[in-house]
């Protein structure tokens, strides 16, 4: 016979008798349903304290959002990085062409003894007569 049964009933020669469950038994049944009750009472004081679970929910709101902006962060960093390299790259041809063509303009503007062809210094010269002019003309129109 298993425990069980020897607290419910005791099989005699075909009959039956029902025997009493000792008081252990019973205490430990109490307190048993005693703590599935306080469980079952703290899980609905929890549900029912708005205000611990609104705490909660902002505190796991706040938590999900730090980790967007570092991640967010973190992507524009690598980002500003790259575009860093790629920008210096760039810069280092335009300035290495630039200095070419200054080499190139100063080639073609000089002699071979570094002295201006007459080309240029006419140029520069009628460059200079007509800023003259242009402002001559201005300055005689405002007084008019």
Same mark, same amino acid.
């Given at each position: 016979?298993?425990?069980?049964? !020897?607290?419910?009933?005791?099989?005699?020669?075909? #009959?039956? %008798? &029902?025997?009493?469950?000792?008081?252990?038994?019973?205490?430990?049944?109490?307190?048993?349903?005693?703590?599935?009750? @306080?469980?079952?009472?703290?899980?609905?004081?929890?549900?029912? !304290?708005?205000? #611990?679970?609104?705490?909660?929910?902002?505190? !796991?709101?706040?938590?999900?959002?730090?980790?967007?902006?570092?991640?967010?962060?973190?992507?524009?960093?690598?980002?500003?990085? %790259?575009?860093?390299?790629?920008?210096?790259? &760039?810069?280092?041809?335009?300035?290495?062409?630039?200095? @070419?063509?200054?080499? #190139?303009?100063?080639?073609?503007?000089? %002699? &071979? !003894?570094?002295?201006?062809?007459?080309?240029?210094?006419?140029?520069?010269?009628?460059?200079?007569?007509?800023?003259?002019?242009?402002?001559?003309?201005?300055?005689?129109?405002?007084?008019?």
């Amino acid at each position: 016979m298993s425990t069980h049964e !020897d607290q419910t009933t005791t099989r005699s020669a075909g #009959s039956e %008798t &029902h025997v009493k469950p000792d008081i252990e038994q019973i205490q430990s049944d109490i307190e048993q349903t005693r703590a599935e009750l @306080g469980e079952t009472v703290e899980a609905l004081t929890a549900k029912l !304290d708005v205000k #611990s679970r609104a705490r909660e929910q902002l505190n !796991d709101t706040k938590r999900r959002a730090a980790e967007q902006l570092n991640e967010a962060r973190a992507k524009v960093t690598g980002q500003v990085t %790259t575009v860093r390299t790629k920008a210096n790259g &760039h810069v280092t041809t335009v300035r290495t062409r630039a200095t @070419g063509w200054g080499q #190139s303009a100063r080639t073609a503007a000089t %002699t &071979h !003894d570094g002295r201006p062809k007459p080309a240029v210094l006419g140029g520069a010269a009628a460059v200079l007569v007509s800023a003259v002019v242009g402002t001559g003309l201005l300055l005689w129109r405002r007084r008019r």
